[in-house]
């Protein structure tokens, strides 16, 4: 068998598996790569608050009623996110890019209300390098809050997209939702890891 | 006669998502030791989860490929944590 046919049939035997456009594949490969790096994260912060024996105190300085108003915000963001892809999968396209740029908007709510928390925090002294505990937390919401800023600049670059092409960009709205709704089941896991365990 | 049911709605889970949130403050609260405590809250947190991947990103509806590059690296994360759990936990 030639070189050519045998990468013919490798990429048969590889639709055959998923039959999914690969670019969706692709987009959970990364999801899946982003699961070892967010449960590797969380993994250590497990491990280093038993070793530490809880961490009481620090976790007594965070503020639970932001956090439970940003997960509000993510929750809704995810539902947004959902229903644009549900308005692109009818044509439905002012509502899919309405509640696209909704996705956006509460992104940046998001964003926004973690850096009044971040700024707060700061004021009362507790920097990254206050301890292990303000060392993870500034990590591990930091990192979220890179994922979130990336999956917000994608809902907006997609979203003025979508106003002049359409046909060429709507199946990617699923990608970009994917992206978003593991963002958001990450902090699902963050906010009671942090704020209420 | 079609008797399949008809489809969850995305506004019926997001209200689930936010009663659930709630379950995880009540838990707070409520008078249950810390280890049950922790317990309960992480298994909101995993329903919470659950419902996302099911009804938002349509985990249901992939195939099989698609499964199990999504639960290898959750057992590989998991099983990291417990490996390294007793020598953590038990050191003198």
């Known amino acids: 068998m030639s070189a050519i046919s045998m990468a013919e049939g490798r990429r048969f035997v590889g639709r055959e598996l998923t039959r999914e456009p690969l670019g969706k594949v692709g987009v959970w490969w990364f999801l899946a790569s982003e699961i070892m790096v967010f449960g590797g994260l969380m993994g250590a912060y497990i491990l280093s608050r038993i070793a530490a024996g809880g961490w009481a105190a620090e976790r007594a300085h965070v503020n639970t009623t932001i956090a439970v108003i940003n997960t509000l915000v993510l929750l809704t963001s995810s539902l947004s996110v959902v229903e644009a892809h549900g308005a692109a999968e009818a044509d439905r396209r002012q509502r899919a890019r309405r509640m696209l740029l909704c996705t956006v908007l509460l992104g940046c709510t998001f964003l926004g209300i973690k850096s009044f928390e971040y700024s707060r925090e700061l004021a009362h002294g507790l920097t990254p390098s206050s301890g292990l505990f303000w060392s993870f937390y500034y990590t591990m919401t930091g990192l979220h809050g890179l994922h979130v800023l990336v999956g917000v600049i994608i809902n907006f670059t997609l979203y003025i997209g979508l106003g002049r092409y359409w046909e060429a960009l709507h199946h990617r709205l699923e990608y970009a939702g994917l992206y978003w709704h593991f963002v958001d089941v990450v902090w699902i896991f963050l906010f009671p890891l942090l704020y209420l365990a | ?92």
């Open chain 2, 1 to 92: 006669m079609d008797t399949a049911k008809p489809p969850v709605g995305y506004v019926t889970i997001w209200v689930w998502l936010v009663l659930l949130v709630g379950v995880g403050l009540a838990i707070l609260v409520a008078p249950f030791s810390k280890v049950l405590s922790v317990v309960l809250i992480f298994a909101v947190a995993t329903l919470k989860a659950a419902l996302v991947l099911r009804h938002y990103m349509h985990v249901r509806a992939q195939p099989l490929m698609i499964y199990a590059m999504i639960c290898v690296p959750v057992v590989l994360a998991i099983a990291l944590t417990l490996v390294l759990l007793p020598d953590i936990a038990f050191r003198p």
